[in-house]
């Protein structure tokens, strides 16, 4: 077997070349569309936006949320700027999440409203108070040190937060040449996703995984599925979980599979 020595921005980036016009991602109920072209250039503008909110290198971003448009693209942003991805439990009450934005040393977080009978929005204004006050998402709290912007995705954007939307707007700060510039010192070999243990026996832990673990673990499995640019994967599981984005997208880019 061979494996894959390459980011996961290049190979999104390849895929853009080679399979421009093919579907690389539809959401349920088909409200968000793109293709591999498509989704290549729009996280190109979402992770220059980051950069220009402060975003370096080896910062982490964690995502809570379901499967939403916005994970997929927060995904694929922060690895072109070599960010490490922080998956999160959706079921996460206030202390798990505490916890993990801690000892995560999280520096943003994308999050949604809620889901099920957890209310993100009171929980984040419970741990975070002053959020309400901020005009870009920006927070300073003595719980949480190192957490510096919340960012929600979804429509009506809570008081405080930065509109996921928005973050484009900030992509223009950032030149192509600082751009390439950071990409340019990107390594397969580097951390670019912390999943979280399920806990059952102790505090979660953080796993650290590299562009090199999670897209050849993804490729063994598209390989045995004999996955082409000609199929589509129906992801029905969590992305947060090792199954949805390691199993699910990394089988899929891997393979140039919608």
């Known amino acids: 077997m061979e494996f894959i020595e390459k980011t996961i921005g290049e190979i999104v980036g390849e895929l853009a070349k080679k399979y421009p016009d093919n579907l690389a991602v539809k959401s349920w109920g088909g409200d968000f569309e793109r293709t591999w072209k498509e989704l290549d250039e729009e996280t190109d503008r979402i992770a220059k936006g980051l950069m220009a909110l402060g975003v370096q290198k080896g910062d982490k971003v964690s995502v809570w949320a379901t499967n ?7 995904l694929f942003a922060t690895t072109k700027i070599g960010a490490i991805l922080v998956t ?19 520096k943003v977080l994308v999050m949604m409203k809620g889901f099920k009978d957890s209310d993100y929005i009171s929980i984040i204004n419970t741990l975070l108070p002053d959020l309400k006050n901020s005009t870009d998402g920006s927070v300073k709290a003595d719980n949480l040190p190192m957490l510096e912007r919340v960012i929600f995705a ?3 954007t809570p008081a405080g937060m930065l509109p996921f939307n928005d973050i484009v707007k900030y992509a223009d700060k950032v030149s192509d040449e600082e751009y390439e510039a950071r990409k340019a010192t990107l390594h397969c070999h580097e951390v670019i996703n912390i999943q979280y243990t399920s806990g059952t026996t102790g505090f979660p832990k953080g796993v650290m995984l590299t562009h090199y673990n999670i897209l050849n673990n993804g490729k063994t499995i598209g390989d045995g599925m004999k ?18 984005l390691v199993l699910g997208v990394m089988a899929c880019i891997t393979h140039a599979t919608s």
């Open 68 to 74: 939403i448009p916005e994970w997929i693209l927060a």
């Open 88 to 106: 999160v439990n959706t079921n996460y009450k206030i202390f798990e999440l505490e916890y993990l934005l801690r000892q995560s040393d999280t």
């Open 227 to 244: 996955f082409t640019e000609n199929d589509k994967l129906c992801i029905c599981v969590p992305l947060f979980h090792c199954f949805g």
């Open 154 to 156: 979804g429509k009506d």
